[in-house]
């Protein structure tokens, strides 16, 4: 049995089909995860996504503290609410976690990390709290829906009371608490929507409230189709601690300048650099009927080898697309070995779809 | 609770077979199947005239979620192939039993199918797998 969120129960009355994700009984999909797709895309769904970690970092050089911890540097955060989205990389510079961190005040930042790796994140955030004597309060009570679509903020307006008119007046990328809620406008779908966490006993109620208005229950099936086509990493599979940012294409997600900022991993990241980053992170559409898949192979013709390192069935563009990580020098096409047979693939720059359009060409 | 009609015979491995009045059978994957694989996006189906042998690697449905052969259930020739599913790979979700079918084989030894589990034995097998 593995860890449950509050809303278990409720997933199961729904008849979701559960499976265990990185120690967490989640559900996959309520039916078909095409569907839920679909409905995201088009519409509004909404996801549990309680199994992630907030953890508040509080004390008055939070700031510091968070510069050196990040890859990304908080110093961009001027406005109260604002995220930023940042790897946190350990002395080799390798990936310990990809995730969102929130300036709510001077001596307040508030952090949210994957599920698979909280309490490892948690230790690490913990072991250098002292230095800048900040105090590291995780916040496991908290349970947090993500509504999203196109429609998901208007239908959802109706289900959070009067927070209603402030979480609707939110920027893209911001944050508030309010009344006992923090609300932001943020997500991992490529829409536009809400991340609502809320203490864990009032969530079933939300749940129930979200899909009397009409938003899809929508599973961890969709929500991998999802990210993959908005050209988003899933931390575990397109990175880890193996590899660096540089090799994940998220060199976007690392602020070197002020070149006085030094980060945990700086120097690692800059050594690589020097030397020449060896591996990309690709996108990849499958030019042939069949679907990509982590762990295939492939081949780069007179350049060398490299791995899938995500791969679905997208229901947007109706093929096959994924990550793979391949030599620096990869170029126009490559194969992929699926189950013997070499299938050709089209690198290209995610994300894959946009607006609920193709971006690239097929 | 997955669907198990009564008349049709079934493989461990999940595969349905229906003896038509045309002496053909039918070959499809069970509810069952189809709900553990999830939305499936490809069937790839024999050609007709293929010789197959019972127990024999046939076709192949492949989901999201992973790509699953599928197995003669009996020795013969395919005769025909389900062409709806290569725009609609989902109708194997929706209609397993009916619109779902995969393809047709002429048997050698229509004697076969009395070796295959009935509905209860399939019914059975699939509550020890804890389904």
């Known amino acids: ?93 390798g990936v ?53 679509g196109p429609n998901a903020r208007a239908k ?49 109620k939300l749940w129930s409230s979200l899909r009397d208005a009409g938003v899809v229950q929508c599973g961890l099936g969709a929500r991998d189709t999802l990210r993959l086509e908005a050209g988003m990493n899933l931390y575990g599979a397109d990175m880890d601690e193996n590899v660096s940012p540089l090799e994940s294409a998220l060199a976007w997600t690392v602020a070197f300048d002020p070149r006085e900022r030094d980060f945990i991993g700086r120097a690692a990241l800059e050594a690589q650099r020097r030397a020449g980053v060896k591996r990309k992170l690709v996108g990849l559409v499958l030019q042939e009927r069949g679907v990509l898949r982590g762990h295939q192979k492939v081949i780069v013709a007179g350049v060398g080898e490299g791995e899938i390192t995500s791969g679905t069935f997208s229901p947007t563009l ?45 | 609770m997955s669907s198990i009609p009564s008349n049709l015979k079934f493989l461990e491995s999940h595969e349905w077979a229906r003896l038509e009045s045309d002496g053909l059978v039918t070959v499809g994957v069970s509810d069952h199947a189809q709900s553990a694989l999830g939305d499936l996006v490809f069937v790839e189906t024999p050609e007709p005239g293929r010789r197959l042998s019972q127990g024999e ?39 397993p039993y009916g619109e779902g079918w995969l393809f047709k084989v002429k048997p050698d030894n229509p004697a076969e199918l009395d070796g295959l589990l009935d509905a209860v034995a399939y019914g059975k097998a699939l509550e020890s797998e804890g389904h």
């Open chain 1, 156 to 204: 959802a307006a109706g289900s959070i009371g009067p927070r209603s008119a402030a979480a609707l007046q939110l920027k893209p990328f911001y944050g508030a608490e309010l009344d006992g809620w923090f609300i932001s406008r943020t997500g991992y779908t490529g829409e536009d929507g809400w991340e609502i966490a809320l203490p864990a006993a009032e969530a079933p």
């Open chain 1, 1 to 93: 049995m593995g860890h449950r969120t509050p809303l278990f129960d409720t997933h199961l009355a729904a008849s979701a089909r559960m499976v265990d994700f990185g120690g967490w009984d989640m559900p996959v999909n309520y039916g078909s995860q095409i569907e839920e797709h679909h409905a995201v895309r088009r519409d509004a769904g909404m996801f549990d996504v309680s199994h992630m970690l907030i953890v508040d970092v509080r004390g008055a050089r939070a700031r510091d503290y968070l510069r050196r911890l990040l890859a990304n540097d908080v110093a961009k955060l001027a406005e109260p609410g604002k995220a930023l989205y940042s790897c946190m990389l350990n002395e080799r510079g």
């Open chain 1, 96 to 148: 310990m976690d990809d995730l969102i961190t929130y300036f709510l005040r001077e001596d307040w930042f508030r952090v949210v990390v994957n599920a698979g790796v909280r309490e490892k994140d948690v230790a690490w955030l913990q072991r250098h709290s002292a230095q800048f004597q900040v105090d590291i309060q995780p916040r496991p009570e908290l349970a947090m829906i993500a509504v999203q």
């Open chain 1, 318 to 362: 109706e093929r096959s697309i994924g990550f793979a990580r391949v030599p620096a020098d990869a170029g126009e096409y490559v194969e992929v070995d699926i189950r013997g047979k070499l299938l050709r693939a089209k690198p290209v720059k995610p994300p894959f779809v946009r607006n609920g359009k193709a971006l690239v060409a097929l």
């Open chain 2, 57 to 95: 690697a046939a076709a192949v449905v492949e989901s999201v979620k992973a790509a699953s052969d599928v197995y003669s259930p009996v020795s013969g020739e395919v005769v025909a192939a389900n062409d709806a599913l290569g725009a609609a790979p989902e109708l194997v979700n929706s209609d």
